[in-house]
């Protein structure tokens, strides 16, 4: 296997397949702050591409700030993750501390180490057979033809939610706001293991 790029060369394979199509510039203060804090392919496809939807509104790139709730109603407050991007069914992508990006799954209730870097993620991970963009490439374009595009916030999921019974079915595809339902989603199924 060859070498993974760094830095900026390392989201190339990304962009290319999945293009922006919906972003937000950043401004000079969000890269200021997180210049010390993300690494440099990250920082990379903030600075020249911005938040929103790459490819067909297969992935999103976030605001931490926005989804930093979601993993801390997860893992507690204590959890030092950088939430950076989420696929359009709600799969959480986040920079642990030692720098692996994680992917919390509240579908089926997981977190996993989906790489060991942010270069690694990009150019190889997301691009690769193997990825939950891979998986997902049926599921989203039933769901964007059935309900279509998803407007600023929204994502698509399932009713029920899976882990409380729901199925993976067409009939069951909804979409809203995709931080409310990552939260609900954690109360829900804590409640339902309380009793």
């Not at 060369?9 to 210049?35: H, K, L, Q």
Request: glycine content about 10%; some cysteine; overall charge negative.
């Amino acid at each position: 296997m060859n070498a993974t790029p760094r830095g900026a060369a390392a989201i190339e394979p990304f962009v290319a397949r999945f293009a922006p199509s919906d972003v937000t510039p950043v401004g000079p203060a969000f890269v200021e702050y997180a210049a010390d804090r993300l690494p440099q392919s990250l920082l990379a496809l903030y600075r020249d591409h911005g938040i929103g939807w790459y490819g067909k509104q297969e992935l999103q790139l976030v605001d931490p700030a926005v989804w930093t709730p979601v993993l801390q109603e997860w893992f507690g407050v204590g959890v030092a993750s950088i939430p950076f991007a989420v696929t359009s069914f709600g799969h959480v992508y986040h920079l642990d501390e030692d720098g692996r990006v994680q992917c919390l799954d509240p579908h089926f209730l997981t977190n996993l180490v989906v790489a060991e870097s942010a270069d690694e993620f990009f150019a190889e991970h997301l691009v690769g057979p193997s990825s939950h963009l891979a998986d997902l490439r049926g599921p989203h374009q039933g769901a964007r033809t059935k309900l279509g595009l998803l407007g600023e916030g929204e994502l698509y999921s399932f009713t029920p939610m899976l882990p409380l019974g729901g199925t993976v079915s067409p009939d069951a595809l909804t979409k809203g706001d995709g931080v409310q339902h990552a939260l609900l989603t954690h109360r829900m199924v804590r409640e339902q293991r309380q009793r």
